[in-house]
């Protein structure tokens, strides 16, 4: 995203803003040059005893301001409450504490058939450091936006056909992840290039391909290539389900192989390395690690955690926009609602100097007051509550374990914006039932 600042943006809202001003400030002139003066003079002379007053323009945009504020803020309570899911969701993995080590082994000019007894040798050094509990070589690290499927064919009475996704792991990987294990074992050091070659899967695949069966010792081929032969894997392990390519993702199938069988390995191997102290006092031992293993090592670090919030940078933007436009637009509705109520208790000072010298009460006073609030209020609500609803049908696909006719995200918002209403509304009501009687009749 570029956010340099741009004149082309700063000449539009500048332009919009004065056009505004322009607009509003007209309003009120042009009504005033309609008026008659023998009118005006009447009006004074009934504003003594006036009742309240007739809904108007000036009312009219207050409902309109509620409204619109019930919209923005319900906006802002769905976004804040999708990324909050999003962040407290169960990915399948412990996120914390890890460090993903994307290293670049292409000036080492290893020859293929060392390369993956080179980064065995390389993983063995850093799971020797202090604080360090686990470490392992992933081909695809969660949440990263990447992505490997393939089809495959299991073998059994109907050779069914299926398209899983994939990864390509080390023994240590489910460990330092804490995955748990719901069934077999996982990847070890006999697990070699020579040796059966093996897999683990998920529950998902489980359940899309196998029906709920006992999945080790199923076996399965891969689809065969020009000129590759076709490997034949047994599962030998059964995981939970975990996130693979974002965090919003139903459960997919996957199908974990280990590394050690991969006969094209890479130079560009990504470790996963888990601590058991925080990633800042790690770090330092891990990239002294790397480099002397060998100083022609390319080498980037980054903690897991950062990586899956930073997946989330649109949720968290859309967030903190509606949040802040949200909270600006029930300002701007409160005072837009103080403004008015206490427009209107400047009018009937004189009404209420009677009434409070004929012996009403305070609470009285205030009741009559805040019963004119209300209206406006509960009209604004009412008609914000429909423009939410419709509104947020159009960024359905934005949400993430909500739907957008969400009851509580609206209850929330019409209580906290009825709230902050209510209050701003009860000043110039409790500032009207104050009112010295006699002060009040000689205001004209």
């Known amino acids: 995203m570029d956010l340099r600042p741009d004149w ?14 322009v607009l509003f400030g007209l309003a009120p002139a042009l009504r005033s040059t309609r008026v008659a003066p023998v009118s005006v003079l009447k009006a004074a002379g009934r504003g003594m005893t006036s009742g309240p007053e007739r809904f108007g323009l000036r009312r ?17 309570l769905l976004f804040v409450r999708t990324l909050r899911n999003l962040l407290t ?8 504490n890890i460090v993903v080590a994307n290293l670049d082994l ?3 000019n290893i020859a293929k058939e060392r390369r993956q007894e080179f980064k065995h040798e390389l993983l063995d050094r850093i799971r020797a450091l202090p604080g360090i509990d686990s470490a392992a070589d992933v081909g695809i690290v969660p949440i990263s936006g990447n992505s490997w499927n393939d089809t495959v064919f299991i073998e059994g009475s109907d050779n069914r056909k299926a398209v899983p996704w994939f990864n390509r792991v080390t023994p240590g990987y489910f460990n330092a992840l804490r995955t748990p294990f719901l069934g077999g074992r996982d990847f070890d050091d006999h697990d070699t290039a020579t040796s059966l070659k093996v897999a683990i899967v998920n529950e998902t695949f489980v359940r899309k391909f196998l029906n709920g069966q006992n999945a080790i010792g199923v076996t399965f081929r891969l689809e065969s290539y020009v000129g590759r032969p076709t490997p034949t894997y047994q ?8 996130k693979y390519v974002d965090l919003r993702e139903e459960p ?5 192989l280990v590394a050690a069988q991969d006969d094209r390995p890479d130079n560009f191997p990504q470790f996963l390395i ?20 060998s100083p022609a090592i390319m080498s980037e670090f980054h903690p897991l955690q950062s990586q899956i919030r930073d997946s989330l940078l649109r949720e968290r933007l859309m967030a903190t926009l509606s949040g802040f436009f949200g909270f600006l637009a029930v300002l701007l509705a409160t005072v837009g609602l103080y403004g008015v109520i206490s427009y209107t208790v400047a009018r009937r000072t004189n009404e209420i100097g009677i009434r409070v010298a004929l012996g009403a009460q305070r609470g009285h006073v205030i009741s009559m007051i805040m019963r004119e609030a209300a209206v406006l209020l509960a009209i604004g609500l009412v008609l914000g509550s429909a423009l939410a609803l419709a509104a947020s049908r159009t960024a359905t696909s934005l949400f993430f374990g909500l739907k957008p006719n969400d009851p509580a995200t609206l209850a929330l918002a019409v209580a906290a914006l009825a709230a ?10 409790h500032r009207a039932a104050r009112l010295d009687p006699m002060a009040a009749l000689r205001e004209e």
């Not at 943006?9 to 919009?16: D, E, I, Q, S």
């Not at 009219?60 to 802002?76: D, H, T, Y």
């Not at 888990?274 to 293993?293: D, F, G, H, T, W």
């Not at 902050?420 to 009501?429: G, H, I, K, R, T």
């Open 8 to 21: 082309r943006v700063l000449g539009f809202t500048a332009g919009l803003a004065v056009l505004t001003c």
């Open 60 to 76: 009219g945009l207050v409902v309109l301001q509620v409204a619109l504020s019930l919209v923005l803020l319900v906006g802002a």
């Open 89 to 96: 969701l169960d990915p399948g993995f412990r996120q914390n």
């Open 106 to 108: 292409t000036r080492l």
């Open 235 to 242: 599962i030998v392990g059964l995981v939970k389900d975990a």
């Open 252 to 256: 997919v199938p996957l199908v974990y």
């Open 274 to 293: 888990r601590s058991n102290v925080p990633v800042a006092a790690a770090l330092p031992a891990i990239k002294q690690a790397v480099s002397e293993a």
């Open 420 to 429: 902050v209403a209510a209050a701003a509304s009860f000043l110039p009501a």
